[in-house]
């Protein structure tokens, strides 16, 4: 698949992500979440490639702002966006905002290793060390990171919460890789993992099953409205992947760990209208 087709599929994307949210969500919180989060990730994006020279993006993404192209602060807060309506489907139960933070945070890191691993062999971006299937650790975890605090923030009732997620995600985001990276990543998990980082997905969809199943066994399950544009943007990876590891079975297995949870989650069955009253 070429970048121009690419970037022209993820900017569709964009719009249909974005008109599927809003007929469950008003057109006036959506878009203030949504630009406020595109913002707010392109600070931490922006500063993290200035700070650490960690990752780069390929020249041949169009509209760069700095050194970040930008359709991906674009396409970011959906995904963020997306996770929140997944663990409050999934799990309505959680009220301290903390926990709700951290199960969006583990969302976003789970889909941030499929992007991440799919990208990277595509060449939309390099990593300057490698990890599982060329793509750190740290740097999945790193939108988890981001996702996080701003799920955090997000969930505050403060008039001015947008205006503070400018400042407080990032800054999180650095809090949390700094003290990650001299906690951990500085001294292990800098090598190519092989075999063990495959396993050690494959394990993670496992227990991702496992409790996914655990919550569709209490009844709860995902709205196909919310489903469907998750699965609008998997499957541009699924295209993606098919063009530049189709008999890599690494990366299919992967992939595996990753779909299976989000379809055994999925309901299928057409949501019933709120009765008339």
Known sequence: ??????????????????????????????????FALALAGYLGEQSCIVLYHYYRYSTAWSLRVGDVPLLVPLIWPLVVMSARSVAAALWPGIRDEVQRAVVVAAIVAFDASLVEVVAVRAGLWSWAEPGHLGVPVIGILGWG?????????????????????????????????????WALFRHSLRADLGKSGLDTMLALGMLAFALVL?????????????????????????????????HDSRYWLHTCAIALPYLLATSFRPERPLPSR
Do not use: N
């Open 145 to 181: 990171y981001f996702a996080g605090a701003a799920d955090y923030v997000l969930g505050q009732t403060h008039r001015l919460r947008h205006l503070l997620l400018l400042a407080f995600a990032p800054l999180v985001t650095h809090l949390l890789l700094v003290g990650s990276w």
């Open 214 to 246: 655990r919550a569709r066994r209490r009844g709860h399950t995902i709205p196909f409205a919310v489903a469907l544009p998750r699965m609008i943007a998997a499957s541009l990876f699924v295209v993606l992947l098919v063009t530049v590891a189709a």
């Open 1 to 34: 698949m070429s970048f121009p087709v690419f970037q022209a599929a993820c900017a569709v994307i964009i719009v249909l992500t974005l008109a599927a949210m809003a007929r469950r969500v008003p057109w006036g919180t959506l878009l203030r979440d949504y």
